[in-house]
């Protein structure tokens, strides 16, 4: 398994700041769900003891819709979603790549996810080897 290097991320603003413990090659999952196309979410799941929320844990938001089974953390002020909880991985922690700062990562892979189509697919997102499950 790929050693683990600490990525430092951040909303837009910087009112919300955390860490993770990830490989520097990522792998990374590009949902084309209607939130996560939206907003271009680049999901790195990791679980919840790779996570460190340094900030900002009063300034965060949730939004959650359908099943309400994923809680969508926004921070109250730029109203970027830097990380959640997902429903794929409830004990889990997903961060977007795209809000983690880019000296400590050397390459990312991106595999698509058909979100569109969430309970036919998720089965394959769940037996997925992830780094981090």
Not at 39 to 47: E, F, R
Not at 99 to 104: A, F, G, M, N
Not at 114 to 128: A, F, P, T, V
Request: glycine share 6%; net charge neutral; aromatic share 8%.
């Amino acid at each position: 398994m790929n050693q683990k290097i600490t990525h430092r991320g951040s909303c837009h603003c910087g009112a919300v700041r955390y860490e993770v413990d990830a490989p520097a090659e990522l792998e990374v999952d590009e949902c084309n769900c209607s939130i996560c196309s939206r907003s271009g979410y680049l999901h790195l799941i990791v679980p919840s003891d790779r996570f460190r929320l340094l900030q900002g844990e009063n300034n965060l938001t949730t939004y959650s819709f359908d099943s309400h089974e994923a809680k969508h953390l926004f921070c109250k002020t730029c109203g970027i979603k830097s990380f959640y909880i997902p429903r794929s991985h409830p004990d889990g922690i997903s961060i977007n790549a795209r809000c983690l700062e880019s000296d400590t990562i050397t390459n990312i892979k991106i595999t698509p996810f058909d979100g569109r189509n969430w309970e036919k697919n998720i089965s394959e997102l769940k037996s997925r080897q992830h780094d981090n499950c």
